[in-house]
């Protein structure tokens, strides 16, 4: 199959490829003549495909270095085959990183302020929800039903209900979470969105030295709320992301990702008012913390990671 697919991008034949992935979506890292690319095939719709390449050579028309899909011979932006798209994409300039700096952090976010006032000022669109997304429903583990958020907090409410330890503490984190959502949802559909790449993070990034030189992965691009994106991201990098480089603490890494993002697009008067309810609901209901917090209850370990929760949505 790949041979046969790349015969379509390039008249030299293969010098040789890897399978990196082959569940859900595949993903082959393929040599041509010396140069390295990736390919990368799955089930999605052709609309939305093509939505995505448009998106991918606007923000790369407007400077940002994201990695476009190549041309076919015959100057397509892609291949059908065995019910799969494909694209192609050249792999970029820079560096993978095992590790980040506040710099870097701050580069991040740059980048993501520039995406989201590029989808902001040209109305692009996806046409559909992203990983990060609320209040979807869950009817379906689709991107834009997906609710992660909200599938943490029945994860951990199930859990404290069997257990019945703490059945106080249960009652309290329910209301907090609920009435903090529930101001959420109230003024959701009025804050701005568009499209996003769905995913800024190191993983999918090359580096020459603090700068990012190469943006990949589109996977779960789609349309997200821009404010509920970038305090996520900004939580991501500041408590969860293993591997940080530097002696700033999580609370000045997060506060210098929103400083770096807002100077390339300055939050609404609306996003600044629910950004303390994001907080409040996207840091204790992480799905890492989550799982390690009902690891800590099922051995009767517990008590810290509740009144931790608790205080966090009381922040």
Known sequence: MISEVMGKFAEEPLTNYEILRDKERLVAKVVVNGVTFYLKGEKIEKPFLERLIAFIHEASRSGLPYIGPEKTLDGADYV??????????????????????????????????????????????????????????????????????????????????????????????????????????????????????????????????????????????????????????????????????????????????LAAYTRERPFTELELQVIPDLIAVIRPFRYDRVENGIEQIKQGKGKQFIEETISLLQS
């Open 80 to 257: 059908e085959h065995e019910g799969l798209l494909f694209i192609l994409e050249r792999k970029g300039e820079g560096a993978e990183v095992e590790g980040i700096n506040l710099r870097q952090i701050e580069e991040i976010a740059c980048l993501m302020g520039k995406e989201h006032a590029l989808s902001l000022s040209r109305e692009l669109r996806l046409g559909r929800g992203t990983s990060w997304g609320m209040f979807g429903g869950n009817a379906t583990d689709a991107l834009g039903d997906y609710d992660e958020n909200e599938l943490c907090f029945l994860d951990l409410t199930r859990v404290l209900e069997e257990n019945g330890s703490f059945l106080e503490e249960l009652y309290l984190i329910r209301s907090l979470y609920e009435s903090r959502r529930a101001a959420l949802e109230q003024v959701w559909d009025d804050l701005p969105i568009g499209a996003t790449q769905g995913d800024l993070a190191p993983y999918n990034m090359l580096f020459n030295g603090n700068r990012i030189s190469a943006v990949y992965d589109y996977d779960i691009a789609g349309d997200e709320r821009f404010v509920n994106f970038s305090v996520a991201s900004a939580i991501y990098l500041a408590w969860h992301y293993d591997g940080f480089k530097g002696e700033e603490s999580e609370e000045e890494r997060y506060e210098a990702f």
